[in-house]
């Protein structure tokens, strides 16, 4: 049977930390957090990192600007919260709408107050192996890894997908672990042979159970970022074999989240894998906590 590795637990210990360091604060941290338009993805994901706020006592504040919003709108809204002392981090929630440049924005943001690693400063930092803000839900997944004591160093990591939100900076991370890294996407050749290599796989794609059983090494750590809701009652029995307990659970909510790993093929080949949900999926929340916290005691200090 492969080891399951949960996320929960993991969160817990990270929340726990985050608990004690807010003890040790003069004030409350600040997190100011901007979802631009209506997708309901982002506002679900925008209303998860507003609740853990309250529940640790940090400050938030929620800013909904339009989807219509200009790019020298956004820049306007980011240099004021970059210039409130008590806002001590600023989100963007992703993707912004075409129209808008992501990247003026993400350059926007103070480097002091960027709890998502994504300004090209902090970027830099990753990259050089200096200490700074790291993208959430790849150092989560770190911390994920560390907690379940599975090797990294020497051991070969193979990350699908190169966005700069996880697959690259998740490759620098375990980079920097001494894993030898290889990054591949939807245009590498034979995907499949390149994963079946991974001591390590990280699936970060975005396509429901995508990696199936010939892309897993028997044995291997299986990684899984995706989350994916499928709402068609076809798709999700053919993924689940018919599994009663899933097609039960889509009848009760209409959908069922898929990871982009294929949930039946990874629990027959892997050695250990994470569960979606379940998996990574708690540890991008608490790491943002956790860079909140940071960020604050750098602004006290
Ligand atoms: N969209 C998906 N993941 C993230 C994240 O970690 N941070 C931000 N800002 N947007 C995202």
């Not at 001494?178 to 499949?192: E, G, K």
């Not at 796989?201 to 990696?211: H, N, Q």
Request: aromatic residues 2%.
């Amino acid at each position: 049977m492969p080891q399951l590795l949960h996320g929960n637990p993991v969160r817990d210990v990270i929340l726990e930390e985050c608990r004690k360091r807010i003890g040790g604060l003069s004030r409350a941290p600040g997190l100011a957090v901007v979802l631009v338009g209506d997708d309901p993805a982002s506002a679900v994901y925008v209303r998860g990192k507003v609740k853990a706020c309250e529940d640790l006592g940090i400050y938030s504040e929620k800013l909904t600007p339009p989807a219509s919003v200009t790019t020298g709108e956004l820049l306007d809204l980011v240099d004021r919260l970059n210039q409130r002392p008590e806002v001590d981090g600023i989100l963007v929630q992703m993707p912004l709408p075409p129209h808008v440049d992501t990247k003026r924005v993400l350059l926007a943001v103070k480097p002091e107050k960027d709890v998502d690693g994504f300004h090209p400063c902090n970027v830099g930092r990753l990259v050089t192996g200096r200490p700074g803000p790291q993208p959430c839900t790849p150092a989560g997944i770190l911390r994920l890894l560390h907690h379940y004591q599975i090797p990294i160093a020497g051991r070969h990591a193979v990350v699908v997908g190169r966005s700069d939100i996880v697959g690259k900076p998740a490759a620098m991370l375990l980079l920097q672990e001494h894993a030898t890294v290889t990054i591949c996407h939807s245009r590498t050749p034979d995907l499949a042979a390149v994963c079946r290599q991974a001591d390590l796989l990280v699936a970060a794609i975005g396509r429901p159970a995508m990696v199936t059983r010939e892309y897993i090494k028997p044995g291997a750590t299986v990684i899984d970022v995706g989350i994916n809701r499928i709402d068609v009652r076809r798709e999700a029995a053919r993924i689940y074999g018919g599994s009663p307990d899933k097609m039960a659970a889509f009848d009760r909510n209409g959908s069922v989240l898929v990871g982009d790993v294929h949930p039946l093929d990874v629990a027959e080949q892997a050695g250990a894998y994470t569960p979606v949900p379940g998996g990574v999926g708690p540890l991008t929340i608490a790491m943002l906590m956790a860079n909140t916290i940071a960020a604050a005691e750098k602004g006290l200090s």
